[in-house]
């Protein structure tokens, strides 16, 4: 299975930070998904975005698609506690596969 | 709430074993996939079912196997269990196929099943 290149991996930061964090590809994407995960639960949809450009708001969460559809990027302004967990971003083509990034697992201290 | 489910939520066996597992997918969903995460790993891909057909297979052992039924339920076969498939697996559904035309192919996944092989 290919994967999307998610950055950082790994992100520790305190309360009240902001972050982004990128995932990327050379392939074009018909859509693109975002997810998170909490510790032993399954991952939550959190938004798709489908047109290049596209910018899309949800509460302190902003995600955008790259112009060429190939890239795409989740900004969370003052991070909370709650927003500890696994980030996966998840590429559509226009077919049945999926690409599955490898995952930003995100602590927030307080 | 999902509106996925999946039964058993734990499950504890020996090495050598086989269990099944069971996943109902929201109503009206056609796809199934399922995913196994092992501790802080990622989510990996192992089969996607539709409407009762196998349309992709990932990452899945010749040990394991799974079927959906008319009713869209799917169930996964795992045998011959070693210390290595403990894990947590998911099950995830969809409306219909990535790229259909009503469909960006948004996943919704159960609480997962947490398999603990002893």
């Known amino acids: 299975t290919q994967l999307l290149e998610q950055s950082p991996q790994f992100l520790s930061i305190q309360e009240g930070e902001n972050l982004t964090v990128y995932c990327n590809s050379s392939?074009?994407?018909?859509?693109l998904q975002w997810y998170r995960q909490e510790p032993g639960e399954g991952p939550v949809l959190l938004v798709t975005?489908?047109?290049?450009?596209e910018v899309k708001k949800l509460k302190r969460l902003t995600f955008q698609f790259g112009d060429a559809r190939k890239d795409s990027s989740l900004h969370i302004t003052a991070a909370q506690t709650g927003d500890t967990g696994l980030y996966l971003c998840?590429?559509?083509?226009?077919?049945?596969?999926?690409?599955f990034g490898t995952g930003t697992r995100l602590q927030v201290f307080p | 709430d999902s509106g996925v489910t999946q039964t058993p939520k734990h499950l504890i066996t020996a090495t050598g074993q086989r269990v099944t597992l069971r996943c109902s997918p929201r109503?009206?969903?056609?796809?199934v996939y399922w995913y196994q995460q092992s501790l802080d790993q990622g989510l990996q891909f192992l089969i996607h079912?539709?409407?009762?057909?196998?349309?992709a297979k990932g990452n899945i052992l010749e040990r394991f196997s799974a079927q959906q039924f008319p009713d869209l339920h799917s169930e996964l076969n795992l045998s011959s269990l070693e210390l290595g498939d403990s894990a947590l697996y998911f099950c995830?559904?969809?409306?219909?196929?990535?790229?259909?035309?009503?469909?960006?192919?948004?996943?919704?996944f159960g609480p997962g099943t947490r398999l603990t092989v002893l």
């Open positions: 995830a559904s969809s409306v219909g196929l990535a790229g259909g035309m009503s469909s960006y192919n948004e996943q919704f």
């Open positions: 392939s074009v994407f018909s859509s």
């Open positions: 975005v489908v047109t290049g450009g």
């Open positions: 998840v590429g559509n083509y226009n077919t049945d596969k999926l690409i």
């Open positions: 109503s009206g969903d056609l796809s």
């Open positions: 079912y539709y409407n009762g057909e196998e349309r």
